[in-house]
């Protein structure tokens, strides 16, 4: 399974890249806005840092012909852009166009199976379903996303299920049992993965040990020069 992490924010995309299991980025309207900054120059700095992983953008147009016009300048600023199209039906007349001539194309804001069908046979690169925000309306995200999964299956669509809208590390895993290619989270849940209280416990007990017994033990590196008889 690819990790995106969601978020424009270069300083979490550093510290996300820095552990090494990150595989791409997601961003949206919102996210972007919040950074206060050229969304070109923004979205070209991002690429820098994650590549050589992916960064989904997202057009804001909501006609077709502006959505292909925004999607061919934001696919030509960097060879690692996916656009971003939300489901609706210029989205979707815009994707068949963007297919055929080659562009990535993740579909976003996709909330039922059927929507997820449609994309995958309009040619999406990516189909986003968003699992938290069904969760929001009394609805199952996870149940969304496993419908896809057997639907996509069924006709062996290359489309990337991209699981997105995670709240929580629950959301993660079972995305991952179900085999979605892609998980997309904010940088807490992220972090969350890393994170067990028993690892905290666990290595609190073993420096308290190691250190009662130190004299005993010595340094496993020595301060340079103090090795005797050393190579
Ligand atoms: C994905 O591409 C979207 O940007 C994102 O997952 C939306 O998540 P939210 O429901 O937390 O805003």
Not at 4 to 29: C, S, Y
Not at 35 to 43: G, S
Not at 118 to 134: D, T
Not at 213 to 224: C, H, K, N, S
Request: glycine share 8%; net charge neutral.
């Amino acid at each position: 399974m690819k990790f995106f992490l969601d978020t424009a924010n270069r300083d979490e995309i550093r510290q996300a890249v820095a552990l090494g299991v990150l595989d791409g980025i997601t961003t949206n309207p919102t996210l972007v806005a919040k950074e206060k900054r050229p969304f070109r120059e923004h979205i070209l700095e991002i690429c820098e840092i994650v590549k050589p992983g992916v960064v989904n953008a997202e057009v804001v147009s909501t006609d077709t012909e502006g959505m292909l016009r925004e999607a061919h300048e934001l696919a030509g600023w960097h060879p690692n852009i996916v656009v971003k199209v939300p489901m609706t039906l210029p989205g979707v007349q815009a994707l068949h166009v963007l297919a055929r001539e080659g562009v990535r194309v993740n579909v976003t804001l996709v909330f039922s199976a059927a929507q997820a069908l449609i994309a995958a046979k309009a040619g999406a690169y990516f189909v986003s379903p968003f699992l938290g925000r069904l969760d929001d309306v009394a609805q199952s995200g996870l149940g969304l996303l496993r419908e896809i999964v057997e639907v996509y299956r069924a006709y062996n669509f290359p489309t990337q299920i991209l699981a997105a809208s995670l709240r929580h590390p629950i959301h993660v895993v079972e995305a991952a049992k179900m085999g979605a290619h892609i998980a997309t989270m904010p940088f807490k849940v992220f972090e969350q993965l890393f994170k067990h209280p028993l690892t905290d416990r666990g290595l609190e007990g073993f420096l308290k040990d190691w250190e009662k017994a130190r004299e005993v033990l010595g340094e496993i590196v020595e301060p340079a020069g103090a090795r005797k008889g050393g190579r």
